[in-house]
């Protein structure tokens, strides 16, 4: 098929995310692979406005596929939340030929991407972000290994929090969701698990678990909170001061977002590459490709935004019996 691009731009915003470099090299080598050029656009929005613009070949991402963060940097760009921002970002497409970019990120940046859409540059966007946060797919580049680094650091806080007999709560990232909170919760084994979408913590009811735990013969208690509920610290002291039980916080913050991708991330990374180049290829626009049900699909970015995501019911049920 004779592709309806001759070049395309990539760029990575919003907050960086393990796998996205699988995904900027899946972009570059399969735009080659069909004949386009493609260009590396640095420090997401922020580079397209100030033209940090850069031709990428084939070895230009050669031994990234393995590395967390991303080469082409990322940014918050304020700028482009205006109008003016945005048709500057549209001029810019122009002025170096781009005639379809690859936004890899999470909402705030199909945001972006569907506003470029509107200003006749074709856009596909590829779910980049730790927090898992998008309706529209099952799985988003970066959370695996999140996750999976998460539970590696939670399972050396129980190694002293048992020895210590303590309670533990630790704080996970999501921004506004739970997803790393109740993945970590029931693959570490946590006590409780607290998450946005389940409303504050009952205070007493939670002081009350602890004890009957306490009684029915666990020694120590381990709790997960996702930081949209934050109070980590708060909710630690309080814990010690009514229950008796020493209790400690930990926030893991950004040693979450590190790390080199895990297999599942590579996996989609490099698929959902690829498919946004093909459909660049096909002429689409204004689309977000997603992984569903077990396969690969692309919706139309508006619809997307609109989709809303539901936490798993059953997940959280089985993590309370589990907890006994
Ligand atoms: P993420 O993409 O991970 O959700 P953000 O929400 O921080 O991260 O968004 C990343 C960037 O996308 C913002 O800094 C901004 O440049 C752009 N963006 C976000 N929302 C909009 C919007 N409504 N219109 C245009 N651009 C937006
Ligand atoms: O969206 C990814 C994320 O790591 C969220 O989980 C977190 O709330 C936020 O970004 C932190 O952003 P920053 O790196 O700007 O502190």
């Known amino acids: 098929m004779e592709s309806k691009v001759k070049t395309i731009g990539v760029l990575t915003s919003g ?5 996205m470099n699988a995904a900027i090299r899946a972009v570059v080598r399969t735009g080659i692979a069909r004949g386009i050029k493609v260009m590396g656009i640095r420090k997401g929005y922020n580079g397209l ?7 990428l070949d084939a070895r230009s991402v050669s031994d990234i596929i393995h590395r967390g963060g991303t080469i082409l940097n990322t940014a918050r760009c304020m700028e482009f939340m205006t109008e003016e921002g945005q048709k500057r970002g549209a001029q810019m497409c122009k002025i170096y030929g781009i005639d379809g970019l690859v936004v890899i990120g999470g909402d705030g940046s199909f945001k972006g991407a569907e506003k470029l859409a509107g200003l006749g540059i074709n856009t596909i966007g ?7 946060d998008i309706a529209c797919t099952d799985y988003t580049v970066g959370f695996d290994t999140a996750v999976n680094t998460a539970m590696e650091a939670i ?15 630790v704080e996970v990232m999501g921004r506004n969701a739970g997803y790393i909170a109740l993945w970590c919760g029931l693959t570490n084994g946590a ?5 946005p979408e389940k409303g504050p913590i009952d205070e007493n009811k939670l002081i009350r678990h602890i004890l009957r735990n306490h009684q029915r013969g666990k020694n120590h208690n381990l709790i997960v909170v996702a930081e949209g509920i934050g109070g980590t610290q708060a909710l630690a002291k309080k814990i010690e001061e009514v229950t008796g039980i020493e209790a400690r916080a930990t926030i893991l913050g950004h040693l979450q977002r590190g790390g080199s991708p895990t297999a599942i991330d590579r996996l989609h990374a490099s698929m959902m590459g690829a498919m946004a180049v093909e459909l660049l290829i096909k002429g689409k626009s204004n689309r977000v490709v997603a992984y569903k049900h077990g396969t690969y699909e692309d919706y139309d970015i508006n619809e997307a935004l609109k989709m809303e995501k539901s936490i798993d019911e ?3 049920e089985v993590s309370k019996m589990l907890a006994i």
Do not use: Y
Request: hydrophobic letters at 35%; proline letters at 5%; one cysteine or more.
């Open 15 to 19: 907050g960086d995310a393990p796998g």
């Open 49 to 55: 406005i100030s033209g940090e613009i850069q031709e």
């Open 126 to 132: 590829v779910p980049g972000t730790i927090d898992l």
């Open 155 to 169: 399972n050396k806080i129980r190694d002293t929090s048992a020895s210590h007999e303590r309670c533990s709560v």
């Open 191 to 195: 006590e409780e698990i607290f998450i």
């Open 314 to 316: 059953w997940m959280i």
